[in-house]
């Protein structure tokens, strides 16, 4: 069984930090795993994910700004935010998927997801 536990959001300003955490089963370890996110009105943007093998991709947005990256012990997903701006204000989910991570992120299907966590970024 897949399990995703997302947490960490909340509110900061313009060019503070936050970091969010996502435990996740043992069963999704071999999974590609990532961060989505959703603003209100806008479509989903995936923003990040990272493949088993280590390999790493992020949307042009956030590049340079967010890196993900895990803890095998315990399963537990990072994405570490720096650098937060108005426009990434958005509840961000993580996710996940039982195929190799796409080159680009935009183009993973994630099938599983957490429940979502908000972050606010005040300008």
């Known amino acids: 069984q897949v399990h995703l536990v997302d947490s960490g959001g909340g509110a900061v300003q313009a060019g503070g930090n936050l970091r969010l955490s996502c435990k996740f089963s043992e069963y999704a370890a071999s999974y590609c795993l990532g961060w989505v996110r959703q603003a209100p009105g806008k479509e989903r943007e995936a923003v990040a994910a990272r493949d088993q093998d280590g390999t790493r991709t992020y949307a042009a947005s956030v590049r340079g700004r967010f890196t993900i990256t895990t803890d095998d012990s315990p399963n537990t997903l990072y994405l570490q935010m720096n650098s937060l701006a108005p426009e990434d204000t958005a509840t961000y989910y993580c996710?996940?998927?039982?195929?190799?991570?796409?080159?680009?992120?935009?183009?993973?299907?994630?099938?599983?997801w957490g429940q979502g966590t908000q972050v606010t970024v005040s300008s």
């Open positions: 996710a996940a998927h039982p195929f190799v991570c796409a080159v680009d992120v935009s183009d993973d299907k994630f099938e599983y």
